[in-house]
């Protein structure tokens, strides 16, 4: 304490102290942002690297849902030998089944080989039931043509299936695509560029819609893939079929060709498909009453009519044993 006491006393050890203090503040302050370092370089290495990272992980996801590769199971070797696509050609085909979620050359050489086989399989089961089983009082002519209806019915069922499945899976997009549409909003304003955002949103998503989470982990990767931007943004609303969806990739496109900000599109995409999820809610409960006539009059009015007519049968089967 008297060796402090008498360094506070004596100027110059004071003055000394000082310009210590001042040295040491200055080499601080000079070798800081050294030290720090460049925050910008740092964070601008850690997306290069998460960016490539996803363009690995997308790529790899294209190549597992390639379309150009070979079918090689057993039904893809018939349909190649018998040469089915070409024989039974239809130029929708792959649309609907990509619509369908159906990706990759075995869903369509299973196509193409049901086409083929099913007509023959329902004309002979149409055949065996009418000519061996019960003829259903039928003549001639209309048991040929019930043969022939059993093998278009065959035909067409590829077909039906391949709609109703692509329905069935539009309308799980289309119920959680509006707050697909809010959750991308909010990455995109938060900072995240379009594909990290389409990535988060589908990792996210997936809960309400495995359909739409795997939509946009495809859009991710061809983001991610493609030369051009607008063709991942066509093939998303090629995929799903929907014009609620052709609208938000429309509107992406053009903010993406003029510099438009996305987040503005976003929003106002998500307002619409929000009212068109509303308008679709409302028609069916409008049409509800409809619906319910048939059941109605099958079930409610005969119990009705027991119920009110029962007890005057009653009475009246009571009175003519009276008498």
């Known amino acids: 304490m008297n ?69 090689n199971g057993k039904i ?32 369509l050489a299973i196509f193409y080989f049901c086409r083929f086989i099913l007509p023959f399989a329902g004309a002979l089961l149409t055949f065996v039931y009418i000519f061996l089983v019960n003829d259903l009082g039928l003549n001639p002519q209309m048991k040929i043509g019930a043969v022939i209806f059993g093998a278009a019915a065959g035909f067409y069922a590829p077909n039906l299936y391949i709609s109703n499945l692509a329905a069935k899976r539009q309308q799980s997009i289309m119920r959680a695509f509006p707050d697909a549409l809010d959750m991308l909003l ?12 389409f990535a ?44 609620g969806v052709k609208s938000v990739c429309m509107a992406l496109m053009q903010a993406e060709r003029y510099g438009t900000p996305l987040g503005d599109a976003l929003r106002v995409m998500a307002k619409e498909n929000r009212d068109m999820r509303m308008a679709d809610a409302e028609k069916k409960a409008a049409a509800l009453p409809a619906k319910l006539t048939v059941p109605m009059i099958l079930f409610f009015l005969p119990v009705l009519f027991l119920v009110v007519l029962g007890p005057a049968y009653i009475k009246y089967t009571e009175m003519k044993a009276g008498q």
């Open 200 to 243: 988060k949103v589908g990792a996210e998503i997936g809960s309400a819609s495995t359909e739409l989470a795997e939509e946009f982990q495809l859009t991710t990767a061809e983001l991610a893939y493609l030369q051009e931007r607008r063709t991942a943004y066509e093939n998303l609303a090629k995929r799903t079929g929907h014009e």
């Open 76 to 107: 893809g070797k018939i349909s190649s030998k018998l040469n089915l696509q070409k024989m039974l050609e239809d130029p929708n085909v792959q649309q609907k089944l990509t619509q369908a979620g159906l990706r990759g050359p075995r869903p």
């Open 3 to 71: 060796w402090i006491s008498s360094v506070l006393a004596d100027p110059a050890a004071i003055a000394s102290i000082l310009a210590a203090v001042a040295m040491f503040a200055t080499i601080t302050s000079v070798m800081l942002p050294v030290l720090k370092g460049d925050k910008l370089e740092t964070r601008l290495k850690q997306v290069t690297s998460q960016r490539e990272k996803l363009r690995r992980a997308s790529r790899e996801a294209l190549e597992r849902k390639s379309l150009k590769r070979e079918d």
């Open 186 to 197: 909010i990455c995109v304003e938060s900072g995240m560029s379009i594909e990290i955002g």
